[in-house]
């Protein structure tokens, strides 16, 4: 059983699974930037292995935390209001 564990473990580190950490967390250079501008810096930074979401004003997200996720929420003009970060 524990050598089952440790193999699902492996094979997900090989595939860039949940627990590889991305070296960035946060981009606080990116507020103020249009989404578009910010999604393509996040990516060239972190790569494919993350999921940029762009959030509109006053849309209900869930709470929970997801290392391979960054969400960009943009104001009524499509500009990054808060920091972007991971999670």
Known sequence: MAEEHQKAIDSQDQTGGANVAPK???WPELVGSTA???EKKIN???G???RVQVVPPNTFVTMDYNQRR???YV???GNVA???RVG
Request: cysteine-free; charged content about 40%; overall charge negative.
């Open 82 to 84: 808060r920091t972007p």
């Open 44 to 46: 060239e930074e972190i």
């Open 70 to 72: 960054v969400r960009l």
């Open 75 to 77: 104001d009524s003009s």
């Open 24 to 26: 960035k967390m946060t």
């Open 36 to 38: 578009e501008a910010a």
């Open 48 to 50: 494919d292995s993350i």
